[in-house]
């Protein structure tokens, strides 16, 4: 199947870039493709008022350099009980923090600093409904009695719903949905939309756990069954206006996947969107493909696509690609989705 497609510049509603020489190595395949990237703020410590928003976007622009000018980090703070609202409300009004992010404590990398219960951040939620601020939010239950593969049910069933239900005008985004509840809640709920990542599109939980563990697969929330991968790809590939890309490209290196306790994070920059375009045009839905990697996020957060385009070309000849990047400190990650993108190119128009 050969095919041809150009899109708007692409949007990344949901990135992890690090910082220090991990940032160096990681930021120019974000920077190269995407337009907007919303930041994930979980460093340690983490980005948590408006002044290290605005330190560490400084750092991703410097490190991104001058080749990329439509890039474009938006920042995003972590909401803890330290969150001061007069700080948010102005770095919100400055244009610097353009929402805020809610971990559960202890559900995946760097989260020791999230909250117990989103209930308890209720009036935090109020003055954000009233200031127009999203709450991007990772909705995974900690309880260690729920199933892993439950979890993201469970926080939505027993945490999100009562804060919807209680903030009705709070704009919400469940992020890297990964169940068929998930996408249930996104459709059932008028001020919430979902993220939804290559490798949650693309993966189910046998390629994680069989023949054996993948830890190159392991990520928060886990990739979850086939049928709930495939009610995000049936929903995504309908072009459905609340379900946008977000890659949550999560870089660790490789001494932390592979060591006694395997990191959580998958990186997929490099070919995440080759990952998107391959299950678009298997589907034989690439025409709603520029929906969901440009459009969608962007009207959703208020902005207008861009002008500029990418052209996405698919053609049966394989290219040989690279599997893993280097950091100037010797790490090593290892890129997700090289068989899928082996046979398409990418370029600026
Ligand atoms: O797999 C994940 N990795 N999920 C997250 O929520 C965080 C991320 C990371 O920062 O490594
Ligand atoms: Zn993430």
């Known amino acids: 199947m050969d095919l041809t ?22 930021v120019g395949y974000t920077a190269s493709r995407f337009r907007y990237a919303m930041i994930m703020p979980n460093l340690n410590p983490p980005i948590a008022t408006t002044e290290l928003a605005d330190r560490y976007q400084k750092r991703i622009l410097r490190a991104a350099g001058n080749q990329s000018p439509e890039f474009q980090p938006l920042m995003t703070v972590y909401c803890s ?22 971990y559960p404590a202890g559900a995946t990398t760097n989260s020791d600093h999230g909250g117990d219960n989103i209930l308890n951040f209720i009036d935090l939620f109020e003055t954000m409904a009233d200031q127009k601020i999203p709450l991007l939010v990772h909705a995974e239950s900690t309880n260690p009695e729920i ?67 993948d830890p190159d697969l392991f990520c928060k929330p886990i990739i979850n069954s086939e049928a709930d991968r495939q009610a995000i790809v049936s929903v995504v590939t309908s072009g459905n206006p609340s379900f946008f890309l977000g890659t949550d490209s999560a870089p660790h290196p490789t001494s932390e996947k592979y060591g006694e306790e395997a990191k959580a994070g998958i990186f997929n920059a490099a070919y995440g969107l080759e990952v998107v375009a391959e299950i678009f045009a298997k589907e034989n839905r690439i025409e709603h493909f520029s929906s969901f990697a440009s459009k ?15 052209l996405l070309t698919r053609k049966q000849v394989d290219v040989e690609l690279a599997s893993t990047l280097s950091t100037r400190d010797g790490d090593k990650v290892v890129l997700f989705g090289r068989d899928e993108a082996s046979h398409w190119t990418v370029s600026p128009i």
């Open 5 to 26: 497609i150009r899109i708007p510049r692409p949007d990344d509603w949901h990135v992890h870039l690090r910082d220090g020489a991990m940032l160096e190595a990681v």
């Open 81 to 102: 009980t330290n969150l001061d609202q007069d700080d948010l409300i102005r770095g919100h009004e400055a244009g610097i923090v353009k929402a805020v992010k809610y």
């Open 147 to 213: 199933d892993l593969f439950d979890r993201e049910a469970a926080f939505l069933e027993q945490e999100l719903h009562p804060l919807c239900e209680q903030v009705p005008n709070l704009q919400v985004t469940v992020e890297h949905v990964s169940t068929s509840v998930g996408v249930d809640f996104a459709l059932a709920h008028q001020r919430v939309a979902a993220s939804v990542t290559p490798h949650h599109l693309s993966r189910n939980s046998s390629d994680l756990m069989a023949p054996e563990f």
């Open 296 to 310: 969608n996020g962007a009207a959703f957060y208020g902005y207008e696509p861009s002008q500029d385009e990418l």
